[in-house]
T-cell receptor, first 113, second 109 residues
Framework: ETGVTQSPTHLIKTRGQQVTLRCSSQ?????VSWYQQALGQGPQFIFQ???????GRGNFPPRFSGLQFPNYSSELNVNALELDDSALYLC????????????FGSGTRLTVV | TQLLEQSPQFLSIQEGENLTVYCNSS?????LQWYRQEPGEGPVLLVT?????EVKKLKRLTFQFGDARKDSSLHITAAQTGDTGLYLC?????????FGTGTKLQVIP
């Protein structure tokens, strides 16, 4: 098992810019989800993909969008960055999340200045 | 929208002490998972509970799922410094995922 890998690990962007974060799922996992975690708080669910289709979304605006590819890797895109978007972005994968939970990556630390 | 409240929010204890962390929901859980997160890392799954009244043990950790499936607890016996971290409960898996508010545990040697 290779686990979940995210890139880049750290990123600094300017307000108004766009950013793409990447995630490679653990082998055999067909579900991927993304989370935003502010410092000192629990993660907030952004959205989830199952077999390349979005099948769940949290309370995030449309400028947060994503993709899941045939190899089950994934991207998170954020347009028109705001200062409040500064956070740790976590990706997680699973093959049966309700019963077997998620495997998380170490995250991408995004700073918007 | 399901809300998961964890208590206490912060806990600082001496090594060797016992502790319990609680996770309470505004609605019934379909399943409930517990994770531990260390600084700079993603959460790591500790356990999944599905059946009301279920009790699972993982070495010094005991997890309980309430009969009504609206609450859960995590009990740690004889805490060690390696138990330090942010403990998170999670509900979901189908279409919507909700994390609890988190309990930050510090175990002092």
């Amino acid at each position: 098992e290779t686990g979940v890998t995210q890139s880049p690990t750290h990123l600094i962007k300017t307000r108004g810019q766009q950013v793409t974060l990447r995630c490679s799922s653990q082998s055999g996992h067909n579900t991927v989800s993304w989370y935003q975690q502010a410092l000192g708080q629990g993660p907030q669910f952004i959205f989830q993909y199952y077999r390349e289709e979005e099948n769940g979304r949290g309370n995030f605006p449309p400028r947060f969008s994503g993709l899941q590819f045939p190899n089950y890797s994934s991207e998170l895109n954020v347009n028109a960055l705001e200062l409040d978007d500064s956070a740790l972005y976590l990706c997680a994968s699973s093959w049966a999340p309700r019963d077997y939970g998620y495997t998380f990556g170490s995250g991408t630390r995004l700073t918007v200045v | 929208t399901q809300l998961l409240e964890q208590s206490p929010q912060f806990l600082s204890i001496q090594e060797g002490e016992n502790l319990t962390v609680y996770c309470n929901s505004s609605s019934v859980f379909s399943s409930l998972q517990w994770y531990r997160q260390e600084p700079g890392e993603g959460p790591v799954l500790l356990v999944t509970v599905v059946t009301g009244g279920e009790v699972k043990k993982l070495k010094r950790l005991t997890f309980q799922f309430g009969d009504a499936r609206k609450d859960s607890s995590l009990h740690i016996t004889a805490a060690q410094t390696g138990d330090t971290g942010l403990y998170l409960c999670l509900s979901g898996g189908y279409q919507k995922v909700t994390f609890g508010t988190g309990t930050k545990l510090q175990v002092i040697p």
